[in-house]
């Protein structure tokens, strides 16, 4: 499906970065050239061209921003061939452990007993995370009367944990008074596919209510009861189609389809709409917790940050620090040393997407200047 943004706030670049400031350089030199019609903000002197083929798969939550660096670098340079596909993050990870892909998108770091599997494909050196793409998890939902939900995080994961089956239960009117909230039964909507997205949302779930939700996390759906749906467009389909349905997709999904976004309670006592500076908010307190040049991030869901949303995740991409084909390599650096880039970071903001922190992005690029 292929997604045409509406909505997305003009000023999204600006208070993205605004609100980045915290874990950003103050010496920021890099200048992000003027962006045309249709989006691209490519220009010649921030893209290293290489000729050849990339063959990449994952995550869908980053796909809308490789399309547009995809478009962006085969512009400059007629010679690249990049092929990406949206096949969720467990299968992008499974495919590059097997070797059939040259990088993997992901919303989740490869687990413990797939990062062997992960290095061993990479021969010579580790297999490594680098953080591309930063994006808010939506919760949407389809309840006929109610367009402004606003759920505290023990309400919503008692709804996905079974517990509260009607929309008008006591909790959920405790959170919305003065709504008339019907008697409808609630169908929550989960992913079919391995997803990192799932694997984020239901982190944040066992974070911020283990009582209630006490399924853990992981990319495969571990909790009770619902519709499963394959992929965020998946469940954007079924929900816009379904009285009393919720679900969680990525944010640019929600925007696409013009689905109803719930307002949700975060640490500060506040119920935050979901917006490109509540998300940056959260983004700003995030911690890189990998060790060397693998750079997994870890998000503070109970952030006590006045404004901040905190349903966010960021995608990597995984590639091998050593051991990459010789055939690939040059355009594997050129291709992640324009993402990685201030002007692709930009790029994409107006279609969801909120910048890394310049600390980060800095490291990433030097990473991958790196990789052989």
């Known amino acids: 499906m292929k997604l045409q943004r509406h909505g997305i706030l003009a000023g999204l670049a600006l208070t993205a970065t605004f609100a980045l400031a915290a874990c950003g350089s103050d010496n920021n030199t890099a200048s992000s050239p003027s962006t045309p019609t249709g989006g691209s903000s490519a220009s010649a002197s921030t893209i290293s061209c290489a000729t050849g083929t990339l063959n990449a798969q994952g995550s869908t939550a980053q796909q809308n921003a490789i399309n547009q660096w995809v478009k962006d670098y085969q512009t400059q340079c ?24 040259d990088f993997a998108g992901s919303d ?11 290095n061993n494909r990479c021969k010579t050196g580790p ?29 919503l994961a008692k709804i996905f944990s079974g517990k509260i089956t009607t929309w008008n239960d006591a909790a959920i ?6 709504a008339t909230l019907p008697s409808t039964k609630i169908l929550t909507l989960h992913r079919s596919d391995s997803s990192g997205t799932s694997d984020n949302f239901t982190n944040y779930l066992s974070t911020v209510d283990p009582t209630d939700w006490t ?3 992981d ?16 469940i954007a389909a079924q929900l816009g189609k379904t009285d009393g349905a919720i679900g969680y997709v990525e944010w640019s999904y929600a925007q696409a389809d013009s689905l109803n976004t719930a307002k949700i309670g975060n640490a500060a006592g506040q119920f935050q709409d979901l917006t490109a500076a509540s998300a940056g908010v959260t983004i700003a307190s995030a911690q ?6 693998d750079m997994q991030m870890k998000i503070d869901y ?21 051991g990459n084909s010789s055939t690939a390599l040059p355009l594997l650096k050129g291709f992640l040393g324009y993402t990685s880039s201030s002007a692709a970071q930009q790029s994409v903001t107006q279609l969801g997407y909120a910048p890394l922190p310049e600390t980060v992005r800095t490291k990433v690029a030097a990473t991958v200047a790196k990789l052989s």
Not at 84 to 90: D, E, F, L
Not at 108 to 118: I, R, Y
């Open 288 to 293: 890189t917790t990998g060790t060397g040049d």
């Open 302 to 322: 109970n952030t006590t940050a006045q404004g901040a949303y905190p349903i966010v995740l960021v995608t990597y991409e995984i590639v091998c620090e050593q």
């Open 215 to 217: 399924f853990g996390h």
């Open 219 to 234: 990319k495969t759906w571990k909790g009770p009861g619902g519709d499963a749906e394959k992929g965020s467009d998946g």
């Open 173 to 178: 009117k405790a959170d919305n008074p003065g």
């Open 108 to 118: 989740s770091a490869l687990t413990a007993a797939d990062q062997p599997k992960a």
């Open 127 to 155: 297999a490594i995370h680098l953080p591309m793409a930063v994006g808010p998890i939506a919760v949407v939902y389809n309840v006929q009367g109610v367009s402004n939900l606003q759920l505290k995080p023990a309400t």
């Open 78 to 101: 007629s010679g690249a061939n990049i092929v990406y596909q949206g096949t969720g993050s467990g299968a992008g990870q499974q495919a590059f452990i097997s070797g059939t892909a």
